[in-house]
């Protein structure tokens, strides 16, 4: 759509107008989000420079326990990172479903996914909000394919909402933007009839364009909904749709039903202050921003973030202090003199005078009247110093919610199973960012499930993970023929069906793994028996090279002892015995069974025992016989078949039912 400059106009007037409301309504957060970070990540962050101008001359030094804290929790979410598993609405999605899982899980597997939900949740911790974005592009320059990508948003302060939304996941709004500097001389390329003039508009805290140089364009994206009213119809088995259905075979409508709704569709405009230089329509319902908020709580209608850094930062910056103070208290303490008399170092002053620069193993000295030199007991730093430091560095535990325990440090507890228990009561203080985290990508499933059947809407081959990180290459929406019906069915057509989604926050596979394997160990050796029974899930979760035949071997060994069952695959690979060898064995069988009968007998002869060596003597050799009769036989056909081939040619078939080739007359 080809908008007239008037109507260019109206959306930059617009988009102007939104920006500095959310601006100003989201003004105090931002200013604290950029405190907090360069807190931690800033050199010298942590003394005010009130407090460096008062200390001029005396020691300012950082000992930063925050930083500790905020660590572990990133470290928690890296290994416990919640997942995203799809359900379908009815039975008949559930395979589907599995699809959608796999895909959404493929999708998160890479590595600008994975990055993109680190940073987010770092920003958050520390600062009280991050941001990550969907997008969609094409796979590679050599395919029409496109795929989902979920991409990190290296400044969260570049990011504005609705200050009227409502929902922590920010989808109730009817905007966001994304601001950024382009140095002028690509924006010159890129948009050579724009405007090049420089503008202060779409800036603000964290994102104003001092970060930049000064030769730099603030171009700003600019996501808006707008409304737009859409039919759809229910069919008579139940489904709906967004098309009105086709008509039947006899050229009749089939039964539906239609209703209105109210819906929006999002438009995507890429703007200076001045002009729009793009347009376009994002081809989801759903605004593709992802806000990760750490700790949120409304206030008479004002909505304040923040991350465990906030409340730190006073004990942070008072523990520095003690710190510093009390450095300075023990290099000021003067040296412990001895106390001597000049008879004492008669003869020995040179000695002495060295003292403190020489590293002589011994002093010697002179008795005066029966004494010899002795020194002042060394002073003691002020004992309200270190208990000052050790309510400072509680206070720093408190407010960030991590103690000891979860910090890696030893304490009381000796069993794994305690140790454990109270690093998880250690925290509980974190679970609140998890939790955000949880509610951010509960919101990025639903992205994804509104966006993958009109990506993935071709015939083509995707790439799924399963629960194991096990990857597998699925076809979908393949058109073939019922063999029944003789309809055209779709295979794998993910455009069917509707889907939930839920955020699983357990331990990652690679945590369950390494437990799993070290509880198996342990019960292997302590009861091999009961190992035993469970040996093929041991070899599965261990980490090794040749891994695969590892636990090949193991289970050919488990189905070989009977305590497994072959899958259909095992079934497949094991050797198939031939109709001679089942011969012989039923042979061996018969005549085992009747050595077992003539000793259990009481007239257990010599006879007996060789009338059964005979019998079995004598069906080998039967069976011998009979296996060199049948390759006669065949040597005979083969040779007949040969003949008829060289006299006039002759054209041949397989028979199943003998196992034989036939020649057709």
Known sequence: MVRKPKQRDTIITEALERFDRSESAEHHNREMWLEDMRFVHDEDSQWTQESKDKRKGRPCMTFDKVSQAIDSMIGDQLINSPSIKIRGFEDDDADTAEIYTGLIRSILNKQEADRAQKTAYKHAVTGGFGVMRI???????????????????????????????????????????????????????????????????????????????????????????????????????????????????????????????????????????????????????????????????????????????????????????????????????????????????????????????????????????????????????????????????????????????????????????????????????????????????????????DLIPKIYDTQRQIRILGDDDSEKVMQINKAKRDLITGEIVTQNDLSRGKYDVVVDTGASYATKRIETASQLSAVMAQNPQLGMLGADMWAKSLDLVGADEFIKRVRAMLIKQGIAKPTEEEQAE??????????????????????????????????????????????????????????????QQLAALLDQVQRGGADFSFNEQSGQLVANR
């Open 135 to 449: 997008l969609n592009d094409y796979a590679d320059d050599e395919c029409f394919d496109q795929d989902i990508m979920l991409k990190a948003v290296e400044n969260p302060c570049s990011v504005y909402w609705d200050a009227d939304a409502k929902l922590v996941t920010k989808e109730d709004g009817m905007f966001f933007f994304i601001v950024d500097d382009m140095p002028k001389a690509e924006f010159e390329r890129a948009y050579p009839k724009a405007s090049v003039t420089q503008s202060d508009k779409f800036s603000g805290v964290g994102d104003s364009s001092q970060w930049f140089g000064k030769d730099n364009i603030r171009v700003a994206e600019y996501f808006r909904k707008v409304p737009k009213k859409r039919t759809i119809y229910q069919l008579a088995d139940g489904s709906v749709v967004d098309e009105p259905p086709e008509l039947d075979p006899m050229g009749q409508v089939p039964e539906f039903r239609a209703r209105e709704v109210d819906g929006f569709k999002i438009e995507i405009f890429k703007i200076t202050g001045s002009e729009v230089l793009e347009e376009s329509e994002w081809t989801g319902k759903y605004l593709p921003i992802i806000p990760v908020f750490g700790k949120v709580i409304n206030i008479n209608g004002e909505f304040k973030y923040r991350g465990a850094v906030r409340k730190a930062k006073d004990a942070q910056r008072t523990y520095n202090m003690e710190r510093s103070n009390y450095i300075e208290t023990v290099a000021l303490q003067p040296k412990q003199p001895y106390l001597v008399t000049g008879a004492m170092l008669k003869g020995h002053e040179k000695q002495w005078s060295e003292m403190n620069t020489s590293n002589r193993p011994a002093l010697t000295y002179n008795l005066d009247q029966g004494m010899r030199p002795t020194r002042e007991s060394p002073q003691m730093a002020p004992q309200g110093l270190l208990t000052g430091l050790q309510i400072s560095s509680d206070d720093i535990k408190s407010a960030t919610g991590k103690y000891d325990a979860s910090l890696g440090a030893r304490s009381n507890e000796t069993s794994g199973v305690a140790i454990q228990a109270r690093k998880a009561e250690g925290d509980v203080g974190s679970y609140e960012y998890i939790d955000e985290l949880v509610s951010a990508l509960e919101y990025a499933g639903r992205i994804m499930i």
């Open 574 to 635: 094991m050797p198939q015995p031939n109709q001679q060898q089942v011969q012989m064995q039923q042979a061996h069988m018969q005549l085992e069974m009747a050595a077992k009968e003539a000793d259990i007998k009481e007239t257990n002869s010599k006879a007996d025992l060789n009338s059964a060596k005979a019998m079995m003597e004598q069906a080998e050799m039967s069976v011998i016989a009979g296996e060199q009769a049948q390759l006669k036989q065949q040597v």
